[in-house]
């Protein structure tokens, strides 16, 4: 489902397509006047970049649908240029198409109100013309048409922008993404031979917010050999830890901080914390192991590693929670499994078949995607084909699946799902 914890969106497939065949404009480049097609009310318009900076300075607002800071930045930016009435142009602008955008903007609330203009389907400006791998990624430019800056998306505040209208734009944080960076390659060090590594890192300024084992999501009996988190909070690096390294996964919701301060082990836990608060608090760890090892030898050996470096404990520990419990009620319902190959299949990120699986991969791709923890009560060991319609939540529980259309999906198998109370596994993080 939806990330929790990243403050920034990757924009990783788009820019690496692209990025290589323009050399990408910095700040003192003047920008070449292309062309740009603007959402209008019946259609689209095609303008010149030009006459959007020729009477004022203009920044391009980089941004994607997915990208939820990017619309909260939009958002802030509109109703900054409302009050302060500062003679600066914003111009969004995405690779997205007029029909994804139109569609988005129809199911936005926050986007309807905007008084911006939208620039679509851009193949040029967007990871050419300028290169980037994260969003939101804003590029101040002046009425001679040079590039004054290149920032994060909090820098249009209203002193920001009421200077960059009269011509005094101060010295702006520049955002500076390391396009050439691979985060499936070992981090940048200069002994490269190496048979174990274990390395923790401060902050690392220019690289994506990441972190992962790059091994199948649900996958049985996979082996690991590496891990790396890039840029990542303490409360991740455990939550990742007990959530992949154990039978009966770990929400997010589900973690408790014992600690005498919160803001070092989950920053983005405090509202309007800005980035500048947030960096000091954020790690850069890796751990690459001799050969690869089953889940059962690697996640023990990745916790020790993290309690070793790190001034904290996590822990697993028993409480009553309220569930979701899957329970057998009619066998002659119960799926059977093809003698096809294992696997999942899905759809738009949300899974429509699971072919040849167990009930506790079954249990536990809904345990990681609904409100409530769930508990795996079918008592059936042998696997099993079920073909799901599952929606999206809405409103609230956006995040999470659709819980009516999970329990419609199993009841056609015999199955039930109900609300109940049970102990459920807790993961608490201590200072040590």
């Known amino acids: 489902m939806k990330g929790i914890f990243f403050a920034m969106c990757v924009l990783f497939a788009y820019v690496n397509s692209t990025a290589q065949t323009i050399k990408p404009l910095g700040i003192g480049d003047t920008v070449p006047d292309v062309r740009l097609h603007l959402l209008e009310a019946n259609g689209l318009k095609t303008v010149k970049l030009a006459d959007y900076y020729r009477e004022k300075p203009l920044i391009l607002d980089f941004w994607a649908s997915w990208c939820a800071a990017c619309i909260k930045g939009m958002t802030k930016a509109d109703s900054l240029l409302q009050r302060t009435g500062a003679a600066v142009n914003v111009l969004p602008i995405t690779y997205e198409d007029e029909a994804t955008v139109r569609r988005f903007i129809g199911r936005q609330k926050s986007m309807q109100g905007l008084r911006l203009p939208f620039a679509v389907s851009d193949d040029v400006l967007m990871g050419k013309l300028f290169a980037f791998r994260t969003l939101p990624h804003a590029v101040w430019i002046g009425t001679d048409g040079v590039v004054q800056a290149i920032t994060y998306a909090e820098e249009m505040n209203a002193v920001n922008l009421t200077a960059f209208a009269d011509n005094r734009l101060p010295v702006l944080r520049e955002k500076k993404d390391n396009v050439d960076y691979n985060p499936q390659n070992p981090l940048p060090v200069e002994e490269g031979s190496y048979v174990y590594r274990s390395v923790l890192t401060k902050y690392q300024p220019g690289l994506q917010s990441i972190i992962g084992a790059y091994t199948s999501a649900y996958s049985k009996g996979a082996v690991y050999k590496r891990f790396i988190g890039i840029n990542t909070p303490v409360v991740s690096y455990y939550y990742y830890c007990y959530s992949k390294g154990r039978s009966g996964s770990v929400q997010m919701q589900r973690i408790e901080l014992s600690v005498k301060d919160s803001m070092a082990v989950n920053p983005y836990r405090a509202e309007d914390a800005t980035r500048v608060m947030i960096e000091p608090y954020l790690y850069c760890f890796e751990l690459t192991l001799p050969e690869k090892v089953t889940a059962a030898d690697f996640f023990p050996w990745l916790l020790n590693d993290l309690n070793r470096c790190l001034p904290y404990k996590g822990s697993i520990e028993k409480r009553e929670r309220l ?71 809405s409103g609230k529980e956006s995040r999470f699946l659709n819980a009516a259309s999970v329990k419609e999906s199993l009841e056609r198998y015999g199955f039930t799902l109900s609300l109940e109370r049970r102990l459920v596994d807790i993961l608490v993080i201590r200072d040590r």
């Open 323 to 393: 569930c979701w419990v899957v329970k057998a009620v009619d066998a002659t319902k119960h799926p059977t499994a093809s003698k096809g190959t294992e696997g999942i299949k899905w759809k738009k990120g949300i899974v429509q078949a699971f072919i040849n699986q167990p009930m506790e991969v079954v249990c536990d791709y809904f345990n990681w995607n609904l409100e409530y923890p769930v508990v795996n009560e079918t008592g059936i060991g042998y696997n099993v084909d079920l073909d799901v319609t599952i929606k999206e939540g």
